[in-house]
C-alpha cells in the first residue's frame, strides 16, 4: 500500500541556518504530495502542496518539489526563525475521497 | 480564517467506558474525516464520511468505533468500549467539495485510557 516515509527528529537548528526534513514516498499511481505543520496546542495546518511530478509548492519560505524519479518531496527553508519550531507532516492523497497518508512528523526546534 | 473545532483538548476515562469525541467542522463542508496518532507513531486515517455515510474506513476502525453527524453541525466519533491501546491525540478534518484537496484540521483530542 502507499506509505510516506520521514527523517527522524527532532532537529534543531540556530536562527537562520538551512533546513532540509527528507520525504519518501511509496505509491501506485500519482498522488498530490503535501507538507503540514502542527504548532503547538494547533491543529495541522497544510503549508505546501504538488500536484504532479516536478511540481514546486511553495509557502511562507518553504518550498519542496515533486521528484517523481527519487520518489521524494523534501521540505527546504533556507533560513529559519524560531517562529518555525513546529511539527511538520509529509503526506500524500490515497484516492479521490481526499484520505491522506502520512509521515510520523518530524519536529523542529529552531534556537535564537 | 474559518476553523475545525474539537471538545474535549483532554479525555480521560477508564478502559471499558464509551467516550465520544466531538468536532464542530467548518460549516459549509461535506466531506468529514477522523484520524489519530498514538505518541510517537504516524498519523493515521481512521474513517471519512460524505453524503451522511461513511465512504472509507480503515482497518482501525472496526465494530467499536462509530461515527455520526446528528444535527447538520456537529460531527462526533464514539468508541463503544475502550481499550488501553486506544489512547492516543484524536483530529477531525473536513474540506469542502470533492476537487479541492486541502483538509482543515482541529486542534485534537488526547484520549488517555487508564
Known amino acids: 500500500g502507499n506509505s510516506v516515509t520521514q527523517m527522524e527528529g527532532p532537529v534543531t537548528l540556530s536562527e537562520e541556518a538551512f533546513l532540509t526534513i527528507n520525504c519518501t514516498y511509496t505509491a501506485t499511481g500519482y498522488p498530490s504530495l503535501f507538507w503540514y505543520v502542527q504548532y503547538p496546542g494547533e491543529g495541522l495546518q497544510l503549508l505546501l502542496k504538488a500536484t504532479k511530478a516536478d511540481d514546486k509548492g511553495s509557502n511562507k519560505g518553504f518550498e519542496a518539489t515533486y521528484r517523481k524519479e527519487t520518489t521524494s518531496f523534501h521540505l527546504e527553508k533556507g533560513s529559519v526563525q524560531v517562529s518555525d519550531s513546529a511539527v511538520y507532516f509529509c503526506a500524500l492523497s490515497d484516492g479521490e475521497g481526499g484520505k491522506l497518508i502520512f509521515g510520523q512528523g518530524t519536529t523542529l526546534q529552531v534556537k535564537p | 480564517e474559518p476553523e475545525v473545532t474539537q471538545t474535549p483538548s483532554h479525555q480521560v476515562t477508564q478502559m471499558g467506558q464509551e467516550v465520544i469525541l466531538r468536532c464542530v467542522p467548518i460549516?459549509?463542508?461535506?466531506?468529514f474525516y477522523w484520524y489519530r496518532q498514538i505518541l510517537g507513531q504516524k498519523v493515521e486515517f481512521l474513517v471519512s464520511?460524505?453524503?451522511?455515510?461513511?465512504?472509507?474506513k480503515s482497518e482501525i476502525f472496526d465494530d467499536q468505533f462509530s461515527v455520526e453527524r446528528p444535527d447538520g453541525s456537529n460531527f462526533t466519533l464514539k468508541i463503544r468500549s475502550t481499550k488501553l491501546e486506544d489512547s492516543a491525540m484524536y483530529f477531525c478534518?473536513?474540506?469542502?467539495?470533492?476537487?479541492?484537496?486541502?483538509?482543515?484540521f482541529g486542534s485534537g483530542t488526547q484520549l488517555s485510557v487508564l
Open positions: 460549516s459549509n463542508h461535506l466531506y
Open positions: 464520511f460524505y453524503n451522511n455515510e461513511i465512504s472509507e
Open positions: 478534518a473536513s474540506k469542502g467539495d470533492s476537487g479541492n484537496e486541502k483538509l482543515f
